[in-house]
T-cell receptor, first 116, second 114 residues
Framework: GQQLNQSPQSMFIQEGEDVSMNCTSSSIFNTWLWYKQDPGEGPVLLIALYKAGELTSNGRLTAQFGITRKDSFLNISASIPSDVGIYFC????????????????FGQGTILTVHP | NAGVTQTPKFRVLKTGQSMTLLCAQDMNHEYMYWYRQDPGMGLRLIHYSVGEGTTAKGEVPDGYNVSRLKKQNFLLGLESAAPSQTSVYFCASESLGGPTYGYTFGSGTRLTVV
């Protein structure tokens, strides 16, 4: 199946710092999604991207759909302790149609630790 | 609160034992999924269902069976548990509107097989 390579695998930062993480694939996607998983909980959708080059923000979070359609980036500005968790990218291939239908591919996740 | 409920939250099994994980959603979603999460592996799809009475294999289906007898419930079964099935299991549901409108996860079941 399709593979998503997410990096970095983990990050240890100080409160107030900015964070960047990315996701790359060898094949193209029509939709990129970014999820956050709090400790002991299931993933929750943060941002959805639908077009190459699209830049979307959600509060301190900004995500971009790469021009090549093979990558996506997530930035978190001015990190706070509650940003701690695992961040997952997920992609939907062009042939998926209107729903994920079991075709959503997840990255390995980036574990974010924020020191006060 | 509306959402996806998974039971149990924790379980320890001995090798060879069987168990069933229950996922229930009250959002009238058509699609339901079972994932397993392992360190460094992300979320891998075990089985999924596109409607009541239908199921399909995902990326890692071996050792698991599923059933969707009612639209709101999706059961994951382990007939003979193995240590390799130690993992955190997540159920998710999705509305017909697509993953950006209704892909909702439960809070997970942490399973340890000894």
């Amino acid at each position: 199946g399709q593979q998503l390579n997410q990096s970095p695998q983990s990050m240890f930062i100080q409160e107030g710092e900015d964070v960047s993480m990315n996701c790359t694939s060898s094949s193209i996607f029509n939709t990129w999604l970014w999820y956050k998983q709090d400790p002991g909980e299931g993933p929750v959708l943060l941002i959805a991207l639908y077009k190459a080059g699209e830049l979307t923000s959600n509060g301190r979070l900004t995500a971009q759909f790469g021009i090549t359609r093979k990558d996506s980036f997530l930035n978190i500005s001015a990190s706070i302790p509650s940003d701690v968790g695992i961040y997952f990218c997920a992609g939907l291939p062009p042939w998926a149609g209107g729903t994920s239908y079991g075709k959503l591919t997840f990255g390995q996740g980036t574990i974010l630790t924020v020191h006060p | 609160n509306a959402g996806v409920t998974q039971t149990p939250k924790f379980r320890v099994l001995k090798t060879g034992q069987s168990m069933t994980l229950l996922c229930a959603q009250d959002m009238n979603h058509e699609y339901m999924y079972w994932y397993r999460q392992d360190p460094g592996m992300g979320l891998r799809l075990i089985h999924y269902s596109v409607g009541e009475g239908t199921t399909a294999k995902g990326e890692v289906p071996d050792g698991y069976n599923v059933s969707r007898l009612k639209k709101q419930n999706f059961l994951l079964g382990l007939e003979s548990a193995a240590p390799s099935q130690t993992s955190v299991y997540f159920c998710a549901s999705e509305s017909l509107g697509g993953p950006t409108y209704g892909y909702t996860f439960g809070s997970g079941t942490r399973l340890t097989v000894v």
